[in-house]
C-alpha cells in the first residue's frame, strides 16, 4: 500500500521564508573572517568565507567553503561548493602543512609567511550572475565569467568565458547560453551595477531575453 503526503513537516522544523534586506543575512552556524558582503547578500548554514569578497545579491545555500576569492554579484552558489582549496607546497621535499603552519607542530617560533602570501596571490574571481551547482570546486587562481554555468560536482581547473556552460571533471565548455551578439548586448548593459530603483522598474524585464535587449539596448 501507497500512502500519499502532499507536505509532512514537523511543526518545529517548519521553514519560514526569510526576508531579505540591505544588510547581509548570515546564518548563524557560518564563519565570515576577514572578508566583505555586499547588500542583499545571503549567507546559508555551516559556510565559511576567508578574505574574500561576496558582491550583491549573491547568496551561498550553505556547507560552502570560500577563500582567497573575488566573487560578483547576484551569483547563485549551491550546497558543498568549495572555492579555491589549498595548495599545498609540492615542490618541497616534504608537502605537509606542517611545513608552513609550524608553531601548531612547535617546530617553530612563527609560520612561514611567504607561503600563505603565495596562495593569497593565487585569487578566484567569479563574475556577476554566475550559478555553481552542487559540489562544484573550482581551483585556484581560475576565472569564471560573467552568466556562466558550472554543472554539480565539476571541477574548474582552467578559465571559463562568459555565458558558458560548463561540465565535468575537469570541467569543459559544453555549449553557449546565447549566440555571441546576444552576449555582448547582455554585458554591455551592465545590468548588474543598476541601483535599487531600477532594479525593480526594470525587474520584468528580466523574465525574457527579447524583452531586455528591447528596453535596454541603450541603457
Same mark, same amino acid.
Given at each position: 500500500?501507497?500512502?500519499?503526503?502532499?507536505?509532512?513537516?514537523?511543526?518545529?522544523? #517548519?521553514?519560514?521564508?526569510?526576508?531579505?534586506?540591505?544588510?547581509? +543575512?548570515?546564518?548563524? +552556524?557560518?564563519?565570515?573572517?576577514?572578508?566583505?558582503?555586499?547588500?542583499?547578500?545571503?549567507?546559508?548554514?555551516?559556510?565559511?568565507?576567508?578574505?574574500?569578497? #561576496?558582491?550583491?545579491?549573491?547568496?551561498?545555500?550553505?556547507?560552502?567553503?570560500?577563500?582567497?576569492?573575488?566573487?560578483?554579484?547576484?551569483?547563485?552558489?549551491?550546497?558543498?561548493?568549495?572555492?579555491?582549496?589549498?595548495?599545498?607546497?609540492?615542490?618541497?621535499?616534504?608537502?605537509?602543512?606542517?611545513?608552513?603552519?609550524?608553531?601548531? &607542530?612547535?617546530?617553530?617560533?612563527?609560520?612561514?609567511?611567504?607561503?600563505?602570501?603565495?596562495?593569497?596571490?593565487?585569487?578566484?574571481?567569479?563574475?556577476?550572475?554566475?550559478?555553481?551547482?552542487?559540489?562544484?570546486? #573550482?581551483?585556484?587562481?581560475?576565472?569564471?565569467?560573467?552568466?556562466?554555468?558550472?554543472?554539480?560536482?565539476? #571541477?574548474?581547473?582552467?578559465?571559463?568565458?562568459? &555565458?558558458?556552460?560548463?561540465?565535468?571533471?575537469?570541467?569543459?565548455?559544453?555549449?553557449?547560453?546565447?549566440?555571441?551578439?546576444?552576449?555582448?548586448?547582455?554585458?554591455? +548593459?551592465?545590468?548588474?551595477?543598476?541601483?535599487?530603483? +531600477?532594479?525593480?522598474?526594470?525587474?520584468?524585464?528580466?523574465?525574457?531575453?527579447?524583452?531586455?535587449?528591447?528596453?535596454?539596448?541603450?541603457?
Amino acid at each position: 500500500m501507497l500512502y500519499e503526503y502532499e507536505s509532512l513537516i514537523p511543526e518545529k522544523q #517548519v521553514r519560514i521564508e526569510k526576508e531579505l534586506d540591505e544588510k547581509p +543575512t548570515i546564518h548563524l +552556524t557560518s564563519s565570515i573572517r576577514r572578508s566583505f558582503l555586499g547588500s542583499w547578500t545571503d549567507i546559508g548554514p555551516r559556510v565559511s568565507i576567508a578574505e574574500s569578497e #561576496v558582491g550583491d545579491y549573491t547568496y551561498l545555500a550553505g556547507d560552502a567553503s570560500v577563500i582567497y576569492a573575488k566573487i560578483g554579484k547576484y551569483c547563485s552558489i549551491a550546497s558543498h561548493v568549495r572555492i579555491n582549496p589549498g595548495n599545498h607546497p609540492m615542490w618541497r621535499v616534504m608537502q605537509h602543512h606542517c611545513t608552513y603552519r609550524r608553531v601548531q &607542530y612547535g617546530l617553530d617560533i612563527k609560520n612561514d609567511k611567504a607561503f600563505f602570501d603565495w596562495r593569497r596571490a593565487d585569487r578566484v574571481e567569479i563574475g556577476h550572475d554566475v550559478w555553481l551547482g552542487h559540489g562544484v570546486i #573550482v581551483m585556484a587562481g581560475v576565472k569564471i565569467g560573467t552568466g556562466a554555468v558550472v554543472g554539480s560536482g565539476a #571541477v574548474v581547473t582552467k578559465n571559463i568565458p562568459p &555565458y558558458a556552460i560548463a561540465v565535468g571533471v575537469p570541467a569543459k565548455v559544453i555549449k553557449m547560453r546565447f549566440d555571441e551578439d546576444i552576449i555582448e548586448k547582455i554585458m554591455k +548593459t551592465c545590468w548588474w551595477d543598476w541601483d535599487r530603483k +531600477t532594479l525593480k522598474e526594470r525587474f520584468n524585464d528580466f523574465l525574457d531575453l527579447e524583452t531586455f535587449l528591447k528596453n535596454n539596448s541603450d541603457y
